[in-house]
């Protein structure tokens, strides 16, 4: 069965750095768009990231551009997101998503595949 594995989310001080993984197994996605949502305590989940399938065109919500970088190595079926500078507002349970059609746009309910989330906490 298909599935997405997060990991690497932790706790952090304001300021610092957090890499998360992705890796997929059951299958590769390696045509698929993969992305990045997060969730914060009592609010909607949102879109934090997206790279295409060949990994050439990178997408980013305004609240992360300039701080987070997607990437993602496809011969070992892996996406990753570097965060900097990160802000107690980054706080979260971040999940890997992967769809063929993925867009800063589409909407959680739209997305195909879900991992299981990684806790990602910014706090002093």
């Known amino acids: 069965q298909a599935q997405l594995v997060e990991s690497g989310g932790g706790v952090v001080q304001p300021g610092g750095s957090l890499r998360l993984s992705c890796v997929a197994e059951?299958?590769?996605?390696?045509?698929?768009?993969k992305g990045w949502f997060r969730q914060a305590p009592g609010k909607e989940r949102e879109f934090v990231a997206a790279?295409?399938?060949?990994?050439?065109?990178?997408y980013y919500a305004d609240s992360v551009k300039g701080r987070f970088t997607i990437s993602r190595d496809n011969a070992d079926h892996t996406v990753f997101l570097q965060m900097s500078s990160l802000k107690p507002e980054d706080t979260g349970t971040y999940y890997c998503?992967?769809?063929?059609?993925?867009?800063?746009?589409?909407?959680?309910?739209?997305?195909?595949?879900w991992g299981k989330g990684t806790l990602v906490t910014v706090s002093s």
């Open positions: 998503v992967a769809d063929k059609y993925l867009t800063p746009t589409m909407g959680p309910q739209m997305v195909d595949y």
């Open positions: 790279i295409n399938w060949s990994g050439d065109r990178t």
């Open positions: 059951g299958r590769t996605f390696s045509a698929y768009n």
